[in-house]
Every structure is written in C-alpha cells, then in structure tokens.
C-alpha cells in the first residue's frame, strides 16, 4: 500500500479521471445534430471538445474562465473569455451573445447548451439594475455564507439570461432546447446550477426579496427592481418551458464513487458519507471529527457537497482551506489521521489552490513555524497556513466542476 499522503492525492486524481467532462458529453450526445452550439462554465472546453469530435463544423459559442482548459480542437466558433467569480464587461458581452445565439435559431432548429458551474457568472445581462449593483450585492450575499440556491434566487430575477430566460428567447423563434449539465450544486437541481438559464425557474421575485431580508442586506436600488417585480410590473422568470429539455450528466455522487473506488483498491475499508454536506466549513469539520471518533480500525470517510463560509476577517483560503484547518483543530494530534479537501474545479476561494492537506503532526509543525491555527481560522486565513506548511494541493484549472471531495484516512 502507498504512503498516505500518495493515496490521498491519488484519489482525487482518481476521481477526476472517472469524471472527465468529455467522456461523459460522448456518452450523452443527442440523436440529431444540433444546429448550433452554446457551452458554457468551468468545464465548457471539455465538453465542447466532445461535441467537436462529432461535429467539427458545428456553429458553436463557447464563453470559459480566463485560463480554462480547452479541446485541442478548436473547431470554427467563437470563444469567449469571461469573468469569474465575479463578472465583468467580459461577462455582459458574453451574454448578450448568448442571447443573440439563441435568436437566431429558425423553426424547428435544435440548441444544444452544454452547461458547468460558475456560468452564474460568465454569462450576465444585468436587468433593472447595474452590473456594479449586481456584483455587489451578490458579493455580498456570499461574504455572508449564503447557499447556492439563497444566491441564484436573487441572481435569476436581476438578470435577462438566467432563470430560463436564455431557452425563452430560442423557443420564442419555435426553436428547441436541448441542455447536458454537470451538476456543482447540493442536490443537483438543473434549476440551480449556472443560475438555470435554460430551465424553468420556480422562485418569484418576493423569494428573492426574503433572501435579503434573511441576511439583513439593504441594496436599495435591487430592492426597488424586485419590488417592482413583486408588484407584477416586470415580468417573473418563466414557470414553464416546453421545448426545452435537460439532463444531469455529472454529479458530486460521481466524484465520490470515483475517488472511493481508488481507495478500496488500494485495500482500505472505505465509507462515503454522502454529497449533501452544506453550511459552515467548519461545522462540517467538527462533525466530521465526531464521526471518526466513533471509528475503529483503518477506514477512508469520504463525502462531498458544498460548505460555506461567512467571511469575518482578511485573510485568504476558501472552504475547503477552512474545513482543513478546523478539522486539523478538532482532530488535535490524534495518531495516524490523513485528511485531504479540496474543490474539484482546482479553484478554492481567494487561496490559488484546490485545496489542502491535513496530517498527523499538522499543528506540531505549524507551532515550529510560530503559525497560530485558531487566528488562522479566525482571520479567514486558512490559504496562508497552509501555504506555509506546504500543505496546498496546486492543480491550476482541472476543467472540471463537481463541488467538493473530503477524503479522510485513519491509517492505524
């Protein structure tokens, strides 16, 4: 058997591979051609590389991140770099193409959108408010931890792409929708991810106005737009969309699958708790400590979902960082415990890394260091700790988006 530190880096490259955005498009390719083309997220290169070995010729516009993988096959569309996590001009014009696209589809032609997490922000037509409105509130919606549903609820009804309103403009051409999506949200809702541009959208302009209600943010121009809304005097993100079809392709579930069937082979009994995990990182953290305390023998815990955190101080990291950290406090230096977490699209937080790796002497040698792991997580300043430890995992861009895996092993 391998050392920890190899088995744990091993699964998640295990998990990616079973995965891979492009293997899984070939395996869910529609019968008929599409007329054209629309991807976009974190893993829009992959996936549209698959439809480009079938098609080459296809129309296609494709919007990524800055630096995000593409196909070696650059086919005869457009690519569009865009903003992330917060949008920009880049993230405007993006979208006003999208919508362009999709208009000018003629009867009977079909689109088929291949769609990845972090489209939220790639693709965004501000509507009723300004993108500097837009990006602050849902900066600020995040600063205070909350989930992905809260913060889609109030981005589809600021926007004129989200919230089914992109498949609109094709089916109002008597075109028809067709979507393939990976899935980077807590129970895997097509109306979540990427904001739900091509999927009919059950939330109203008053469940936005509870959202900020929830976490006391005033905004008072986005107020008065969803108010407005509320009012019936702007039109809700349509509660129907025939003609337009989505299917799930990819989820967390997968990525866990994949990274627990690396590690029973390596001859570890192996227990996935699940991908629902959401909420504070570090509550997480603390509950995963529970659990292994309640453990005999030599296991592999593995669970996924996504976690948040509620920003309170300046430092840098991300969830997966947090959940680290707080495991690494819960833990103490409890004998033989190995512990990775990171985000499946390689990107956790403001740290520049996917994540980070927890061992057995992790606080005795942040105390060598003169590093402080309860200020550390106080400040939000999990990146810099593990920086320091040379405990990140770098991966750059993994053109994937499959929220988050925790693997923990208790090795003795």
């Not at 091509?198 to 969803?226: I, N, Q, S, Y």
């Not at 390596?266 to 995963?288: C, I, P, S």
């Not at 969830?319 to 103490?332: C, D, P, S, V």
């Not at 606080?363 to 309860?374: C, E, F, K, T, V």
Request: glycine share 12%; proline share 6%; with cysteine.
């Amino acid at each position: 058997m391998s050392a920890p530190r190899e088995v744990l880096l091993a699964s998640f490259a295990a998990a990616l591979r079973a995965t891979d955005p492009a293997r899984l498009v070939r395996s869910h390719l529609p019968e008929r051609p599409p007329a054209a083309v629309l991807a976009f997220g974190k893993a829009a290169g992959p996936m549209l590389g698959a439809v480009l070995e079938w098609l080459p010729d296809v129309p296609f516009l494709a919007v990524l991140p800055e630096g995000a993988l593409r196909p070696p096959v650059q086919g005869r569309g457009e690519w569009r770099a865009s903003a992330h996590p917060q949008p920009d001009h880049r993230s405007v014009q993006s979208g006003r193409r999208a919508l362009a696209l999709a208009r000018s589809l003629q009867a009977g032609q079909e689109l088929l959108v291949l769609v990845s997490g972090g489209g939220s922000a790639l693709l965004c037509v501000p509507w009723g408010v300004t993108l500097a409105q837009k990006a602050a509130v849902s900066g600020d919606l995040m600063r205070a931890g909350a989930d992905i549903l809260a913060l889609n609820t109030v981005r589809k009804h600021l926007s004129a792409v989200k919230g089914g309103r992109l498949a609109y403009a094709a089916l109002a051409q008597g075109a028809r929708v067709q979507a393939l999506l990976l899935s980077d949200v807590v129970g895997d809702d097509p109306a979540v991810i990427a904001s739900g541009p091509t999927v009919a959208d059950p939330t109203t302009f008053a469940d936005a106005l509870a959202v900020l209600d929830r976490f006391g943010l005033r905004h008072p121009e986005v107020r008065r737009h969803l108010e407005a809304g509320r009012r019936g005097e702007r039109s809700e993100t349509p509660f129907a969309l025939p003609g337009a079809g989505s299917q799930i392709i990819g989820t967390n579930r997968l990525l866990l699958e994949g990274a627990a069937r690396f590690v029973q082979a390596q001859g570890l009994r192996t227990l996935v708790l699940g991908d629902h995990f959401t909420g504070e990182a570090r509550k997480v953290a603390e509950q995963h400590a529970r659990h292994l305390r309640q453990i005999s023998g030599p296991l592999a815990l593995i669970s996924g979902g996504e976690t948040t955190v509620t920003v309170k101080g300046p430092g840098q990291g991300g969830r997966n960082h947090e959940f680290a950290l707080a495991l690494a406090l819960h833990l103490g230096p409890a004998a033989g415990l190995w512990a990775l977490s990171v985000g499946s699209d390689g990107m956790d937080g403001s740290s520049g890394a996917a994540g980070a790796l927890v061992t057995p002497d992790t606080l005795q040698r942040a105390q060598a260091l003169g590093l402080d792991p309860a200020e550390a997580l106080m400040l939000n300043d999990s990146g810099r700790f593990f920086a320091a430890l040379g405990d990140q995992i770098l991966t750059g861009p993994t053109g994937q988006n499959l929220n988050d895996l925790r693997v923990i092993l208790k090795w003795d």
